[in-house]
């Protein structure tokens, strides 16, 4: 109880300003391979021509460039809502189009 009461909740033993996960690395960079697909293969389509997958795109590459104030998990939720905020964008921009 004395270390939840230290540390929060919500506490991850390790370095915190650095991703060390290899495979959080492999998602990170095959999600943002996939945004930049989509957003070719969107941009290329005249009627389908959006920029909202760039919001996903930028989603995927804040963790791996912005570290912030030292702490990956901001960095990491900032990161993961602009991607849910770019694919619900973008599948509403290309399903009305």
Known sequence: MDEILKHG???INGNLTAINSTLLILLQAVGTILSLLIFYLAWHNLATRTWTPILCLAGFLIPLI????????KSLIIGYIFIIAGASFSVQALRFS
């Open 9 to 11: 909740v919500f506490w």
């Open 66 to 73: 912005v570290h912030g104030d030292g702490n990956i998990l």
